[in-house]
């Protein structure tokens, strides 16, 4: 069995999403602590950020949060947590919550966890991060961006290879579980990481 003792989890920050959401975080949250895996996300003290880092917390689980500088000097950074980092960019940021994880897990989110999750795909594509991806795609919300990867495949600008870099799930439990259970993925993937 893989062994996984930290989850990075890309989410939004928006507090105006619908209630589902919330639910999904809360609920991904509290398994991400049942199964004794240490939360990384962006430190965030708000939307669905600030309800992960809660829900892990309340379940008596640990959460690190990583965040630039600047955002915490704006005051963005979620004071309950007391292991937090701070980076001088975003890129640090983002290079950090990689180095640090096991795994990753996207729920929905706007322009920023778009980018983290692209991001981390095409790293993984060259090799550079060769752990699991799962899409949480609660409602149907990654259905488009699915939809895009899928063309981008058919119009070879991927490889069908490619599209074992990640894993759809549909609810919390699932998303654990995938974990678990993604195909593996090494190095030697760069001899074909282009078309």
Not at 1 to 14: E, G
Not at 37 to 44: D, E, M, S, T
């Amino acid at each position: 069995m893989r062994n996984i003792q930290s989850v990075c989890v890309y989410c939004a920050s928006s507090s105006k999403v619908d209630a589902i959401y919330f639910e999904t975080a809360k609920q991904l949250g509290k398994l991400i602590a049942r199964n004794n895996l240490r939360c990384i996300y962006g430190a965030g003290n708000q939307g669905l950020m600030g309800t992960i880092a809660d829900s892990v917390l309340d379940a008596g689980g640990k959460v690190t949060g990583i965040i630039p500088r600047f955002m915490y000097e704006e005051g963005w950074h979620y004071e309950r947590l007391q292991d937090i980092e701070i980076t001088n960019s975003m890129h640090e940021r983002k290079a950090r919550m990689a180095s640090l994880s096991d795994a990753v897990i996207a729920l929905p989110g706007g322009c920023g966890t778009l980018e983290e999750l692209l991001e981390i795909i095409t790293w993984k594509q060259l090799g550079l991060y060769l752990n699991p991806i799962v899409i949480l795609n609660t409602a149907g919300y990654y259905d488009p961006l699915l939809t895009l990867l899928e063309k981008a495949v058919e119009q070879n600008f991927m490889r069908t290879e490619h599209t074992r870099m990640w894993v759809v799930a549909t609810t919390p439990q699932d998303a654990i579980d995938a974990l678990y259970s993604a195909p593996d993925w090494n190095g030697s993937v760069r001899k074909f990481a282009a078309i």
